[in-house]
């Protein structure tokens, strides 16, 4: 004779049944229908006649954790932000996206004015040859070192350490803000462990 | 049937479609009620085991699906208590089930031929 349930499961069932019923507006018999159902369930378990799947033990594992939500909620609250959650990996790819889009922003101005010096208003005269000789290819440097950080990070973790490291020490040369973002990528990006691994995403 | 339905829908390699498991429910509870009448929870545990993993049914789903049939005439149920002194709705199929169970099975058959013969897939 199988294990059967205890007086108390028996009754959270049936008014577990009792509620869907009231809810749902079901009738007596369905009720009871659906009461022996899950007896039968539990009988099942605790006979060891069914047995558990992984999909069971999954539900049981989330149920005896608890409310993950809150737990997670929780845990973020507790942690510093300047001690823990400062992120410097993203921190540096968003200094470099910054510094890359200014001179993108100008980009299509600056080359108006380089090649098109009869533009009403505009002559190359006004620009200083340090523009042309430094914003459009710095500009176009950064940009391209950006969208391909990027697409590293994204899809080959592991060759992104790398690229990083490389881009750092360029970086060095482009004073005064790449050579800033080059000494902080130095010191403080990819230092957290499996960081390269699992990318920024 | 439950046998045909089943292999036909049998797989190693893949779960069986959600929605082809959905539309083949009534067929496979005929089925199983044409060996016997049984109640809902023995009818879900028949199928499972025998679909052996290809599928698992959601165990409430399939209390709709039978009050359906029995609106329908095609089963009768009456209650009956087991040994454990617990109540349980059994079901029974009419003979107007026993018709319907055979029609579908007839569909079920020309349906799994057409595909083979569209297909071109034989599986032994």
């Given at each position: 004779?199988?294990?059967?349930?205890?007086?108390?499961?028996?009754?959270?069932?049936?008014?577990?049944?009792?509620?869907?019923?009231?809810?749902?507006?079901?009738?007596?018999?369905?009720?009871?229908?659906?009461?022996?159902?899950?007896?039968?369930?539990?009988?099942?378990?605790?006979?060891?006649?069914?047995?558990?799947?992984?999909?069971?033990?999954?539900?049981?594992?989330?149920?005896?954790?608890?409310?993950?939500?809150?737990?997670?909620?929780?845990?973020?609250?507790?942690?510093?932000?300047?001690?823990?959650?400062?992120?410097?990996?993203?921190?540096?790819?968003?200094?470099?996206?910054?510094?890359?889009?200014i001179p993108a922003v100008n980009l299509p101005y600056v080359l108006r004015m380089a090649f098109s010096p009869d533009t009403p208003g505009i002559r190359k005269e006004h620009l200083p040859n340090v523009v042309l000789r430094w914003d459009i290819p710095l500009g176009i440097c950064?940009?391209?070192a950006a969208i391909a950080m990027l697409w590293f990070r994204r899809f080959r973790p592991a060759a992104a350490r790398r690229f990083t490291r490389i881009l750092n020490y360029l970086l060095l040369f482009a004073p005064p803000l790449g050579t800033l973002l080059g000494i902080y990528g130095l010191l403080k990006v990819d230092k957290q462990i499996g960081y390269a691994v699992q990318g920024v995403s | 049937m439950l046998a045909l339905a089943l292999d036909a829908m049998k797989s190693k390699e893949k779960p069986i479609k959600k929605e082809l498991v959905g539309a083949s429910t009534a067929v496979?509870?005929?089925?199983?009620?044409?060996?016997?009448?049984?109640?809902?929870?023995?009818?879900?545990?028949?199928?499972?085991?025998?679909a052996d993993g290809a599928f698992t049914w959601q165990e409430g789903t399939v209390y709709p699906v039978l009050h359906k049939l029995e609106r329908q005439g095609l089963v009768r149920c009456r209650w009956q208590e087991a040994f454990t002194g617990r109540k349980r709705k059994y079901y029974i199929l009419t003979p107007a089930g026993r018709e319907a169970l055979e029609a579908d099975t007839r569909q079920w058959e020309l349906f799994h031929q057409m595909i083979i013969r569209l297909s071109g897939v034989q599986h032994a």
């Open positions: 004779m199988p294990d059967l349930p205890g007086d108390s499961s028996v009754r959270k069932i049936r008014s577990l049944c009792q509620e869907l019923a009231e809810s749902y507006r079901l009738d007596n018999e369905t009720r009871d229908e659906l009461c022996a159902h899950l007896e039968d369930k539990l009988t099942g378990y605790l006979s060891g006649e069914v047995r558990i799947t992984e999909e069971d033990a999954l539900q049981l594992v989330r149920v005896h954790f608890g409310n993950a939500e809150q737990i997670a909620r929780r845990l973020g609250r507790d942690r510093s932000f300047f001690r823990w959650g400062l992120d410097h990996n993203r921190v540096y790819i968003l200094l470099l996206i910054a510094i890359a889009i950064y940009l391209t | 496979l509870i005929l089925s199983v009620l044409k060996r016997g009448s049984s109640y809902g929870y023995d009818i879900v545990r028949q199928v499972n085991e025998e």
